[in-house]
């Protein structure tokens, strides 16, 4: 069973770095790519950034470009996501998601999210 | 950036009902359309990939429609669990969601 879980949430100030990490379980997971998606309270859903199995290609929204860094290391299992520069607008919920395949960019599985607050 | 819009926003319904949501895209995204399923306080859930590929798991009530810039997410027999938010996303040039369709009890 595939098993995703976000860790490293919090409240942080303005302008403040944070790392996220997403640990994986119940599947190959070099074998897939993986995402960042989050979730403001009460909005839409917003694309973050994606990585290849690999590790070897990964792109970011614009809205995060230059201040957020998708990485992960296929051996841990694990996904991570540094975010330096934070602002009010980044608070929200994250989720890490398995691509379908190695990068279709379809999400066929969620993890539960871990929730950032930006705030002085 | 590719803007999806869904309608309508939230729609009133009840079990038994059909229900279709509409997803529309600025630009084409040729087939390259997905639905998800989202429960307050939970992820979302992949339904449908590819405009009308179902995934693994999914009841068969459940069926999508459209190419280039227009989508339709069908539900023929609305059932109490399909109460929920409903996003589309199109994936032909990265990644963008609609804004979202509630679908609530009438």
């Known amino acids: 069973e595939v098993h995703l879980v976000e860790s490293g949430g919090g409240v942080i100030q303005p302008g403040g770095s944070l790392r996220l990490s997403c640990a994986a379980s119940?599947?190959?997971?070099?074998?897939?790519?993986m995402h960042w998606v989050r979730q403001a309270p009460g909005k839409s859903l917003e694309w973050v950034s994606v990585i290849s199995g690999d590790g070897s290609n990964s792109h970011h929204a614009d809205s995060v470009k230059g201040r957020f860094t998708i990485s992960r290391d296929n051996s841990k299992n694990s996904l991570y996501l540094q975010m330096n520069s934070l602002r009010s607008e980044d608070t929200a919920l994250y989720y890490c998601?398995?691509?379908?395949?190695?990068?279709?960019?379809?999400?066929?599985?969620w993890g539960q999210g871990t929730l950032v607050t930006v705030s002085s | 950036d590719i803007q999806m819009t869904q309608s309508p926003s939230t729609l009133s319904a009840s079990v038994g009902d059909r229900v279709t949501i509409t997803c529309r895209a600025s630009q084409s995204v040729i087939i390259w359309l997905a639905w998800y399923q989202q429960k307050p306080g939970k992820a979302p859930k992949l339904l449908i990939y590819?405009?009308?590929s179902l995934e693994s798991g999914v009841p068969s009530r459940f069926s999508g429609s459209g190419s280039g810039t227009e989508f339709t997410l069908t539900i023929t027999s609305l059932q109490p669990d399909d109460f929920a938010t409903y996003y589309c996303q199109q994936y032909n040039s990265y990644v963008s969601f609609g804004g979202g369709t509630k679908v609530e009890i009438k």
């Open positions: 590819e405009t009308s």
């Open positions: 998601a398995k691509d379908i395949s190695q990068t279709t960019l379809v999400m066929g599985y």
């Open positions: 119940g599947f190959t997971f070099e074998d897939y790519g």
